[in-house]
């Protein structure tokens, strides 16, 4: 079997899979704001779909990056909580855990993963470091033949819900990114705690919370990345950007096919919507900037393989894709008329989380700096 025809069928079956089982659930996922149940998980985990871009020897597939797009994409298309699950294994902190870690890390964190037993989130962000991420304060010192964190970490998709955090902290009194490195946080470890569930626009079906930490003691061996490698995290977070432009290009190829389907079929003054030439210039401007998106991540993720994408490519990806999302979901919202503000047809909702994927992971304004920081091959000092 050729490359390609392995990649059609890993995406054939993921459509199969996400209308036969998930897309039925997803309005009352969003609606209870509640997770995909843990049977349904670990049956992400028997048909292979949360390692098909994690090593072999721990259970995956050792496929390129291009394959679990495409799986992410097709489950994002009908059910994001679901998607989410597909994009945090394959893309998200595990690839940290896979591309950083240790042999023996990836033995103890990897395996549980990809069976879709355990879950791992990344948290990142602070109630006063968001895009500044390295302002964070959250702090891992030394003691004895480990580590105690404390602080509080916020905006945590699955906060509350997994069984593990991927923690960026400092773990050395250097300045800005030079302490900052990772360490694996356990859910039951003693001192750790979650704040109440956000409610969120968006993501709902994904559990957002604060994750708070007061003298949780850590394993020495549970540090991922020491003082200094921030640099390293972050190119590997690459991945996750990408899992993230491929979730904004979902969400809007499902409101282009739904409105393509919807023009032809509604009515008003005697003829169908798409008669109308105002109706058919949207249409070709959807339609536009879903390839213009699609075209952009598929370069960035064929040049990844089964390593790390190029970050230029990668951030006019997701910004491109994550704008592309908002503009097309919105659009669709307005062909469809008031139909499109119901939640019957399910247009505000991809609009609701067309704009979470937007703040997640990076902003678009935060992308346009790295672009041209990427471009020019210089950094630029934010606080200057």
């Known amino acids: 079997m050729t490359a390609v025809d392995e990649h059609h069928e890993i995406r054939e079956l993921a459509a199969k899979v996400a209308a036969e089982v998930f897309e039925p659930m997803a309005a009352h996922l969003d609606e209870t704001r509640g997770p995909v149940p843990l049977a349904e998980r670990r049956r992400l985990g028997d048909l292979g779909l949360l390692g098909i871009a994690l090593p072999e020897r721990f259970g995956g597939a050792g496929a390129v990056l291009p394959q679990a797009l495409a799986v992410v994409e097709e489950f994002a ?3 994001r909580p679901a998607a989410f699950q597909v994009f945090e294994a394959n893309t998200g902190p595990a690839q940290v855990i896979n591309h950083l870690g240790t042999e023996d890390q990836r033995r103890r964190w990897l395996p549980a993963i990809i069976s879709g037993e355990r879950t791992m989130a990344v948290a990142i962000s602070e109630p006063d470091a968001g895009s500044a991420a390295t302002d964070m304060r959250t702090r891992a010192e030394r003691s004895g033949d480990g ?3 404390n602080g ?12 593990q955090y991927l923690l960026y902290c400092r773990l050395s009194d250097a300045p800005g990114s030079k302490g900052i490195g990772a360490v694996v946080v356990e859910k039951g470890m003693d001192g750790l705690s979650f704040g109440p569930a956000e409610r969120l626009m968006g993501f709902r079906g994904i559990p957002s919370a604060d994750v708070v930490l007061e003298n949780v003691r850590v394993p020495a061996d549970n540090v991922v990345v020491p003082a200094g490698d921030f640099g390293r995290l972050f190119g590997v977070f690459s991945i996750e950007r990408l899992g993230n432009a491929t979730m904004s290009l979902a969400i809007a190829q499902e409101a282009l096919d739904r409105t393509r389907v919807y023009v032809q079929e509604r009515e008003q003054f005697g003829k169908p919507l798409v008669e109308f030439q105002s109706v058919q210039l949207t249409l070709a401007n959807m339609l536009l900037r879903v390839e213009a998106a699609r075209l952009l991540i598929e370069r960035a993720a064929a040049g990844a393989g089964t390593g790390l994408p190029d970050p230029l490519h990668t951030s006019l990806a997701k910004c491109t894709a994550n704008e592309m999302a908002k503009e097309v ?14 939640e019957e047809y399910g247009i505000e909702r991809l609009h609701r989380d067309a704009h979470g994927w937007a703040i997640a992971g990076g902003t678009p304004t935060m992308q346009r ?3 041209v920081s990427e471009m020019l091959g210089r950094r630029f000092d934010q606080r200057r």
């Not at 979901?329 to 119901?342: E, R, S, V």
């Open 147 to 149: 580590y105690v964190v």
């Open 152 to 163: 509080v970490k916020r905006w945590i998709s699955n906060g509350g819900e997994a069984d």
């Open 77 to 79: 298309k009908v059910c």
């Open 369 to 371: 700096i790295r672009i």
């Open 329 to 342: 979901t919105d659009l669709a919202m307005q062909l469809h008329g008031g139909n499109g503000y119901t």
